[in-house]
Nanobody, 121 residues
Framework: QVQMVESGGGVVQAGGSLRLSCVASGRTLINVDMGWYRQAPGKEREFVAMIRWSLRGYNREYAHSAKYRFTISRDNAGNATYLEMNILKPGDAAIYYC????????????WGQGAQVTVSS
């Protein structure tokens, strides 16, 4: 089983930055996609960013709200993914979850424990 440990959450003023980290353990992750989702109180979980594996490197995609402010990256050596968040807004406040998605006939997903991000005005 893959375990995901998140860190880097906290309180930041509007306009500030945070960098979330997610380190996986249990097995080596290569041909997988890694991403970030978030969930605010009273709302459903929403997609934030994804970094997808390919033979020629990684492909990145972002939710519209994150496209110009957030950057997702990956470190295969440490089986880790990172989310750099810039120009944070109050609407970004949520619990952020990292994810690992294993491709195949039977898709499998693993999730981190969540990191609280609070944005103050």
């Amino acid at each position: 089983q893959v375990q995901m440990v998140e860190s880097g959450g906290g309180v930041v003023q509007a306009g500030g930055s945070l960098r979330l980290s997610c380190v996986a353990s249990g097995r080596t992750l290569i041909n997988v996609d890694m991403g970030w989702y978030r969930q605010a109180p009273g709302k459903e979980r929403e997609f934030v960013a994804m970094i997808r594996w390919s033979l020629r490197g990684y492909n990145r995609e972002y939710a519209h709200s994150a496209k110009y402010r957030f950057t997702i990256s990956r470190d295969n050596a440490g089986n880790a993914t990172y989310l750099e968040m810039n120009i944070l807004k109050p609407g970004d406040a949520a619990i952020y979850y990292c994810s690992v998605h294993v491709r195949g006939p039977v898709p499998v997903a693993y999730w981190g424990q969540g990191a609280q991000v609070t944005v103050s005005s």
